[in-house]
């Protein structure tokens, strides 16, 4: 009997994708930044288990932080490297980046939302954070008509050749 196959570890690429993020943002800026992780965080993000639904990113003694992002437990860990899921996890930027980012928060009003967590091509896990105004119901109306409309129109076009 064949053995069952492993799943592969992600070694660059999208490892979790916040894929309601654009539906209920108008994401304006994105702007990459690194983030602070223990050994095991990093396995289980490369396992692809994270979840970026409900996190954002606020301002906490002048740096910004990751909040409410789910990142599961490693379950082949040892005793001594557990974490919290749901932990604050601190963003690497450039000060300018920074400071940037937290007078657009403080002036506009604006929310940071992650909308991926990815390896780059040297394997550092990043994050792609978009300066994002809430949507109102109305607007995600029209996104949705359009993008229906984009797809029957493709449709109609690839079927007349």
Not at 21 to 32: L, N
């Amino acid at each position: 009997m064949a053995e069952p196959k492993k799943k592969a570890l992600i070694t660059t690429g999208i490892a979790s994708q916040n894929r309601k993020a654009r539906y209920d943002y108008k994401i304006g800026d994105v702007v990459e930044a690194g983030v602070m992780l223990v050994g095991p965080e990093v396995k289980s993000l490369r396992s692809g288990r994270a979840t970026l639904g409900d996190a954002y990113a606020a301002e906490r003694d002048g740096e910004l932080f990751l909040l409410n992002c789910y990142i599961p437990e490693w379950q082949a860990g040892s005793h001594v490297a557990k974490f919290e899921p749901l932990r604050p996890r601190k963003l690497l930027l450039h000060r300018k980046q920074m400071r940037e980012l937290i007078n657009a928060i403080d002036r506009d009003g604006a929310t940071l939302v992650p909308l991926d967590i990815h390896f780059n091509d040297r394997g550092v896990a990043k994050i792609n954070l978009g300066l994002a105004e809430g949507k109102k119901k109305h607007d995600k109306r029209q996104a949705i008509a359009a993008r229906d409309w984009a797809r029957d129109k493709a449709r109609v076009m690839r079927d007349r050749g």
